[in-house]
């Protein structure tokens, strides 16, 4: 659903497309989220919904790529630089204070609890700094309630990696097509190692966790920012545009609804970032599907990083307290959204606040 057959003219680095503010953007982590906490929720009352809901991962994945690597390109498009010390102090500031925040709540609990309940120690606790995915993949210990962390681990690697490697290959002498149809061959290298490697009997946790096995989504959201930036006119049908957008919203319900562990691991998680990227294309070009606007789904979207942290140890300690069910894991649902709104009023939007002072 990305165009993989670009123009082959010769594109300058500056674009005159400019992303802005997209609410619609918004909707889709709603969407994301809601997949996530769906599949989770269900998963605590031991009556699966949603089966490969975690998908909604996948979007997340696409939606990061495509947004960060287009406000670098628009930096350097502007002022042909590349600010990375302003970059990586805005996204300590929208990601640390309330993910720190809930470790120490978590921390408190536990105290007060036990930590072996919450799966707790000093070593575990050493996990949080961004390689959590490593630490699931190979399993030396449990993580319990911050095994959630391990797609936080996988973004916050591609924050740390991708914007060094975007300034590198901004800074060489290669064509624009020459660098998009680089990021897409990586996207499709790690689709393809993930596949080997489920062929080969590789362990599970280790493909699903993995950074190299899991970077595709991410690398085909960078893919897209660059087209659309790049070489507009690649994705300039409106009609396709609709088309592709649709069949990404029916392929995604699809593949968490009925999807297959073989299908999925062959293809799904490539299928699912490609229609991310369809759905991206169609909220940015086109005017977005209603229910992505709706304040409802901007609300949530809005909320979507501090539901992600907090759903997690809201489900696993309403458990512990009140045991399995719908009634336990619904209050945890409700707990997660009134701590999460908790969290974006008083912790992040002042952090976002000093955040806009580096943009």
Same mark, same amino acid.
């Given at each position: 659903?990305?165009?993989?057959?670009?123009?082959?003219?010769?594109?300058?680095?500056?674009? +005159?497309?400019?992303?802005?503010?997209?609410?619609?953007?918004?909707?889709?982590?709603?969407?994301?989220?809601?997949?996530?906490?769906?599949?989770?929720? +269900?998963?605590?009352?031991?009556?699966?919904?949603? &089966? !490969?809901?975690?998908?909604?991962?996948?979007?997340?994945?696409?939606?990061? *790529?495509?947004?960060?690597?287009?406000?670098?390109?628009?930096?350097?498009?502007?002022?042909?630089?590349? @600010?990375?010390?302003?970059? %990586?102090?805005?996204?300590?500031?929208?990601?640390?204070?309330?993910?720190?925040?809930?470790?120490?709540?978590?921390?408190?609990?536990?105290?007060?609890?036990?930590?072996?309940?919450?799966?707790?120690?000093?070593?575990? /606790?050493?996990?949080?700094? %961004?390689?959590?995915?490593?630490?699931?993949?190979?399993?030396? !210990?449990?993580? !319990?309630? /911050?095994?959630?962390?391990?797609?936080?681990?996988?973004?916050?690697? $591609? %924050?740390?990696?991708?914007?060094?490697?975007?300034?590198?290959?901004?800074?060489?002498?290669?064509? &624009?097509?020459?660098?998009?149809?680089?990021?897409?061959?990586?996207?499709?290298? +790690?689709?393809?190692?993930? @596949?080997?490697? %489920?062929?080969?009997?590789?362990?599970?946790?280790?493909?699903?966790?993995?950074? #190299?096995?899991?970077? #595709?989504?991410?690398?085909?959201?960078?893919?897209?920012?660059?087209?659309?930036?790049?070489?507009?006119?690649?994705?300039?049908?409106?009609?396709?545009?609709?088309?592709?957008?649709?069949?990404?919203?029916?392929?995604?319900?699809?593949?968490?609804?009925?999807?297959?562990?073989?299908? =999925?691991?062959?293809? *799904? /998680?490539?299928?699912?970032?490609?229609?991310?990227?369809?759905?991206?294309?169609?909220?940015?070009?086109?005017?977005? &599907?209603? /229910?992505?606007?709706? &304040?409802?789904?901007?609300?949530?979207?809005?909320?979507?990083?501090?539901?992600?942290?907090?759903?997690?140890?809201? $489900?696993?300690?309403?458990?512990?307290?009140?045991?399995? *069910?719908?009634?336990?894991?619904? =209050?945890?649902?409700?707990? +997660?959204?009134?701590?999460?709104?908790?969290?974006?009023?008083?912790?992040?939007?002042?952090?976002?606040?000093?955040?806009?002072?580096?943009?």
């Amino acid at each position: 659903m990305i165009a993989l057959v670009l123009p082959l003219t010769t594109v300058s680095r500056t674009s +005159s497309f400019r992303l802005g503010q997209v609410p619609a953007l918004d909707g889709l982590r709603a969407v994301s989220i809601l997949a996530v906490l769906i599949h989770h929720w +269900s998963l605590i009352a031991d009556s699966p919904l949603l &089966p !490969w809901g975690s998908l909604g991962v996948d979007i997340f994945f696409v939606v990061s *790529g495509f947004l960060i690597t287009s406000l670098l390109v628009e930096e350097y498009s502007a002022t042909s630089t590349t @600010s990375l010390k302003r970059f %990586y102090v805005r996204r300590a500031l929208r990601l640390l204070p309330a993910l720190f925040l809930a470790v120490l709540v978590v921390g408190a609990v536990a105290l007060i609890i036990g930590p072996t309940l919450l799966g707790l120690t000093p070593l575990r /606790f050493a996990s949080l700094f %961004y390689f959590t995915n490593w630490v699931r993949a190979y399993e030396p !210990w449990p993580l !319990w309630v /911050f095994s959630h962390f391990w797609s936080l681990a996988i973004e916050e690697q $591609f %924050y740390v990696a991708w914007p060094l490697a975007l300034v590198a290959l901004l800074r060489s002498r290669l064509r &624009p097509r020459s660098i998009i149809y680089i990021v897409i061959g990586f996207a499709l290298f +790690s689709a393809s190692l993930r @596949s080997l490697m %489920y062929a080969s009997g590789v362990p599970i946790n280790r493909i699903f966790h993995g950074s #190299d096995t899991r970077a #595709d989504g991410l690398l085909f959201g960078c893919a897209l920012s660059l087209v659309l930036h790049w070489i507009p006119e690649a994705l300039h049908n409106e009609r396709a545009i609709r088309k592709a957008g649709q069949a990404g919203v029916i392929l995604l319900v699809a593949m968490m609804q009925i999807g297959t562990e073989e299908f =999925i691991y062959y293809a *799904g /998680f490539t299928l699912a970032a490609l229609s991310a990227a369809a759905i991206i294309v169609r909220v940015v070009q086109l005017q977005p &599907p209603r /229910f992505l606007t709706h &304040p409802a789904a901007l609300w949530i979207g809005r909320r979507s990083y501090g539901l992600y942290i907090w759903h997690w140890p809201a $489900f696993y300690m309403t458990r512990l307290a009140l045991g399995k *069910g719908w009634l336990t894991v619904t =209050i945890g649902m409700i707990l +997660s959204f009134v701590v999460a709104g908790l969290s974006y009023r008083l912790i992040e939007l002042p952090f976002l606040r000093r955040k806009a002072r580096y943009s």
